[in-house]
């Protein structure tokens, strides 16, 4: 019997992972698992162009991105601490009223806190009066003749334990009066007048002497009192113009010109497709807040850790914090 080759059945097609067949070898489409996982493929490409791109304007990790055109670094400028205090809420009320927020201001009823109503003030025969006309300070004193003379206070400097108060000059110098104010409570000796060199007799001619160099703010106090400040000394006619950013001790003061990272901050919010990321750095900082302003001030306390653990998510580093700081803040 002649036996009869056997028929060769016809293949299907190949089966792709993403696309699963009923039992009779029909294609039912994509399932859930594939498009999950062409989701997440999707995803993983898109960040890494954007890390990629990050990388390569500036490097991940070195925090602000300057932009540059050609080759050049563009310089960073200040923006000043009430842009600042645009993100940093928790800090710049701490700033506020502060010894460094308050280190210089212009003289007005509310910043000047010695005695300007005709009080007097006697040292070694010189006898220095303080009063007020047309809304302005003055001061009659010895001035760099060693002649009595009337001159108006253009700023206070300084506010704790003493207020000293700045001349300004026609040459663009600010000195700095000796004779200050000490603004302790009376019952600890404060609320008067007194002379920085209470036991020397300091004549218009001495190096100590007000109107001299060792009371010159544009030269010795400057840049330590106001942020960002320029001398702008002109050797040749033996002036100054000398200028700040700003007139106390600001943010940038001690971190630097801010521009740069004001850019860096502002594209965190629109670089992330799904929205802003919340830095965790951030809630730390407040958290700490919280714990140092309890005792004086727990309204404000539980204020900011209610703002933190709204906008904080579960799965965030700083929510086990959050939980352990619960009982005591709400």
């Not at 493929?41 to 500036?58: D, P, R």
């Not at 060199?197 to 218009?204: Q, T």
């Not at 400040?229 to 003061?253: L, M, P, Q, W």
Request: charged share 25%.
């Amino acid at each position: 019997m002649a036996s009869s080759r056997p028929s060769k059945k016809a293949e299907s097609p190949k089966k792709s992972a993403l696309q699963p067949t009923t039992a009779d070898g029909r294609a039912t489409g994509y399932s859930k698992r594939g498009l999950l996982i062409a989701t997440v493929i999707a995803v993983a490409l898109v960040l890494a162009g954007v890390l990629s791109f990050e990388f390569l304007m500036g490097g991940l990790g070195k925090g602000p991105l300057t932009r540059t055109s050609g080759s050049v670094v563009a310089a960073a400028t200040f923006v000043g601490s009430e842009t600042c205090a645009g993100c940093h809420r928790t800090e710049a009320q701490l700033w506020r009223g502060s010894q460094h927020n308050l280190a210089m201001q212009h003289a007005t009823d509310k910043s000047v806190l010695g005695n300007f109503n005709d009080a007097s003030f006697a040292n070694y025969g010189v006898l220095s009066r303080f009063f007020r006309k047309d809304g302005k300070f003055l001061i009659e004193t010895d001035g760099p003749d060693g002649k009595l003379a009337t001159f108006q206070v253009k700023y206070t400097f300084g506010l704790d334990p003493l207020q000293q108060y700045l001349v300004e000059f026609p040459d663009g110098r600010l000195q700095a009066l000796s004779i200050a104010w000490d603004s302790r409570p009376k019952d600890v000796g404060g609320q008067r007048w007194f002379h920085l060199y209470p036991d020397e007799e300091i004549k218009h001619d001495d190096i100590l002497h007000w109107t001299k160099l060792n009371q010159n703010w544009n030269f010795m106090c400057a840049e330590c009192h106001s942020t960002g400040v320029r001398k702008n000394y002109d050797a040749a006619a033996d002036r100054f113009a000398t200028t700040f950013a700003e007139i106390s001790v600001g943010c940038e003061g001690c971190h630097g010109q801010g521009s740069s990272h004001v850019d860096w901050a502002q594209g965190q919010r629109s670089w992330w497709p799904f929205g802003k990321i919340e830095d965790p750095r951030k809630a730390w900082i407040e958290l700490d807040y919280c714990v140092a302003v309890a005792r004086e001030d727990p309204s404000e306390a539980k204020r900011t850790f209610a703002s933190v653990k709204n906008r904080t998510a579960q799965t965030s580093p700083v929510w086990p914090r959050i939980k352990q700081l619960e009982k005591t803040y709400e």
